[in-house]
Every structure is written in structure tokens, then in C-alpha cells.
């Protein structure tokens, strides 16, 4: 195991916040290392780096074991994607995002934000909050103006006029090519999914892109220290808002989360069969964890019962 803390300190140090004084583990993402820097005046921010050997990753709330990491970022523009989509969500949308203080190539260091409180009053602002970043910032196009990153893998953002081409091509089947998607998916898994793709206008309603997180699960809603949800770790792209809603609903939120989706679908005027388009539209996020991680926690078993009727019969 790598000493996590030593490294993150001696990256702050390289990056010229020296008055760092200590670094304790904090538990984060599945892609990078994360920690809480205490800096010489008693202030503390969250640093997060991407550290060689092997970190613990989480998925849908659940510890999931040890990943190997390289050490090196997949690319020097990471944090700088990253940074630039917490200001977009902030500035555009009106959500709460961590302030920069730091976003260097393979460091990036952000104001701390708090767990958020699992109440149904805090749920509540948070459907207004997410609401309201899904219906102020439509666009005609799905896209953005630069490729950013979902964990270690290039998110490509090509701007398209078509959301269901778009979802498909740059959601959906640029998956097919992973390595260890092509182990964990048969053929007849992947004609499936081409097959659902074809038939995406079927299956789903016609949406407006809007700013979306892009990479919603439910421990990527923290708080502010004044008690307000605050978001963390996007991949942002202009995309359809119920992306966002199928990654809160399916990666195990609390109970007192309930109120949230209700007022979320009233705010926003969604149908009542949007609960059905939830599998679907989380494809993408299985893929991407079939993609990374290995174990894929049960991800490749969602992704075959959700293709499950679009099998051929023999």
C-alpha cells in the first residue's frame, strides 16, 4: 500500500502550498486518491491526486476492495476538466461547487465542503438545486466544447444536433472497445446493445440537452458548511437531465431521499414512466465501471438484465 498521506503532502509542498502542515486520508472516488490538507493557519482543504499502488474504491455507497492505480494521471488536462466543470455547474447552473484553490496536473486542490446530512429537508433543496440547473441551461446542441474524463477514461463530447446519436455513440457503444468490457460481454450481450441503440427514439421520450453533472451518484452530493448541497467530481457535458436522475436512483441514496425524486419530477414535469427509463439510461454508467474496475461490483449483471429483451431468440 502506498503512504498515502507522505505523497499527497509532498505533492502540496512541490505545488507551493507549504503551509500544509499534515494530510489525512479521506475516503473519495475510485479513480484518484483523496485527503483533507490542514494548512499552518487551522484552515483545511481537500486535495485529491492520483497515487501508485493500490486505493480502495467505492461504488454505489459500498466499499468495494483495492484498485490498482499507475500513479499517473491518463492525461495532463484531468484536473483541469475537472475544475473548469465545477465552475460551469456553479456559475451557469447555480449549484453549489468547491472553490479552486489548486488544479495542476496531478493535483487538484478545492475548498472542504462537509458530509452532506441525510434529512429529507436537505433532499428537498437538493431537487431544487438540481432542478433548477437542468431547466435554466438548455441548449440545441448535446455536447461540450472539449472532451473531459469519467474516472481514467476520456469522455469524448463531440457536439451533436441528435441526442439519441449522441447517446448512443459517445454513451453507449464507445464501451464496446474496453478490454475488460469485451471479456465480462459476450456477442450476443454487445448486438443487444446495438440493437437498443437502434431503437433509443422508441425506448426513450424526446428531451432538450441541458448542463448535466454527468457523473451523479449519490456520494457525489455533499454540503456546504452552511448546510447547502454542493456537488463534487462532474463530467460535465450538455446532455438529457434524466442521466443525472439515473445515477442518483440507482447508486443506493437514503431513504429520507424519497422526497427528492418526487419534487424533482414535479419541478421538472416529468412523466410518470420516468422510474422505467432508469435502467436504461444508467447503461452508460455500468459500462464505464466494466470498463475500470475490476471487480465490476455485479455492474456486468445489470448491464446484461437491462439488454436481456433486446436478445434475439434463437
Known amino acids: 500500500m502506498t503512504d498515502v498521506t507522505s505523497f499527497l503532502l509532498e505533492r502540496l509542498h512541490a505545488a507551493g502550498l507549504t503551509d500544509v502542515v499534515a494530510v ?10 483523496a485527503g ?17 499502488g493500490f486505493v480502495k474504491g467505492f461504488v454505489g455507497g459500498f466499499v468495494g476492495g483495492l484498485v490498482k492505480s499507475s500513479g499517473e494521471p491518463p492525461s495532463d488536462d484531468v484536473f ?8 460551469a455547474l456553479r456559475e451557469a447552473g447555480g449549484v453549489a461547487t468547491p472553490e479552486i484553490v489548486l488544479a495542476g496536473r496531478d493535483l487538484l486542490v ?17 431537487a431544487h438545486a438540481l432542478a433548477h440547473l437542468h431547466t435554466s441551461t438548455r441548449s440545441p446542441r448535446f455536447g461540450w466544447h472539449r472532451d473531459n474524463w469519467l474516472g481514467r477514461r476520456r469522455q ?27 471479456e465480462a460481454l459476450g456477442a450476443a450481450d454487445r448486438a443487444a446493445l446495438e440493437r437498443l441503440c437502434d431503437r433509443l427514439p422508441e425506448l426513450l421520450p424526446v428531451r432538450p440537452a441541458c448542463l448535466t453533472h ?21 463530467a460535465v457535458s450538455y446532455m438529457w437531465a ?5 445515477h442518483v436512483w440507482t447508486t443506493a441514496p437514503p431513504p429520507e431521499a424519497h422526497v427528492f425524486f418526487d419534487l424533482y419530477a414535479e419541478l421538472t414535469g416529468l412523466d410518470r414512466g420516468w422510474r422505467e427509463r432508469m435502467p436504461i439510461l444508467q447503461l ?11 471487480p465490476d461490483w455485479g455492474a456486468a449483471d445489470l448491464v446484461r438484465a437491462t439488454l436481456a429483451p433486446f436478445r434475439r431468440r434463437s
Do not use: C, Y
Not at 156 to 182: C, I, K, Y
Open 242 to 246: 434524466e442521466v443525472d436522475l439515473a
Open 156 to 182: 469524448v463530447n463531440t457536439w451533436d444536433d441528435d441526442g439519441f446519436a449522441f447517446f448512443a455513440q459517445h454513451r453507449l457503444l464507445r464501451w464496446l472497445g474496453e478490454p475488460r468490457v469485451q
Open 284 to 294: 452508460r454508467q455500468h459500462l464505464a465501471v466494466i470498463a475500470q474496475f475490476d
Open 24 to 33: 489525512e486520508p479521506a475516503a473519495g472516488g475510485l479513480a484518484a486518491t
Open 80 to 87: 483541469a476538466a475537472e475544475a473548469e466543470g465545477l465552475t
Open 36 to 52: 483533507l490538507a490542514r494548512r499552518g493557519d487551522g484552515t483545511t482543504v481537500f486535495v485529491k491526486g492520483f497515487v501508485k
Open 110 to 126: 478545492l475548498s472542504a465542503l462537509r458530509p452532506r446530512p441525510d434529512t429529507e429537508a436537505f433532499w428537498e433543496r437538493f
Open 214 to 234: 454527468g457523473d451523479l451518484w449519490a456520494l457525489n452530493v455533499m454540503a456546504t458548511p452552511g448546510g447547502r448541497p454542493a456537488l463534487i467530481d462532474p
